[in-house]
């Protein structure tokens, strides 16, 4: 699976962006997608997921209520709406993709993954 973010960008506090992640290679509905970020300095971390199959959602505690996550499966496209925006939320987004369920919040459980949108939030 071949994984392309855009929808990066530079956004006051407060903004919203959409992230999109394209995918290509295999059948991209067999696949839960995960979004991660990662600040400079710290550690890759888990964003937001949605299953296949059942399109369950799950995020982590700090963007619930700001962020959602969607698919549009014959797009191969998964997107990650971010609103209300913050600058802790500034970081190099990742998409990535697991074939199974369901999908897992650590980053080395991924084989394949994208390379990454740069999202800057300022104050």
């Known amino acids: 699976v071949q994984l392309v973010e855009s929808g990066g960008g530079l956004v006051q506090a407060g903004g919203s962006l959409r992230l999109s992640c394209a995918a290509s290679?295999?059948?991209?509905?067999?696949?839960?997608m995960t979004w991660f970020r990662q600040a400079p300095g710290k550690e890759r971390e888990f964003v937001a997921a949605?299953?296949?199959?059942?399109?369950?959602?799950y995020y982590t505690e700090s963007v619930k209520g700001r962020f959602t996550i969607s698919r549009d499966d014959p797009k191969n496209t998964v997107y990650l709406q971010m609103s209300s925006l913050k600058p802790e939320d500034t970081a190099v987004y990742y998409c990535?993709?697991?074939?199974?369920?369901?999908?897992?919040?650590?980053?080395?459980?991924?084989?394949?993954w994208g390379q990454g949108t740069q999202v800057t939030v300022s104050s």
């Open positions: 949605i299953s296949w199959s059942t399109d369950n959602t």
């Open positions: 990535a993709a697991y074939g199974g369920l369901p999908p897992p919040r650590r980053p080395y459980e991924y084989r394949y």
């Open positions: 290679g295999r059948t991209f509905s067999g696949y839960s």
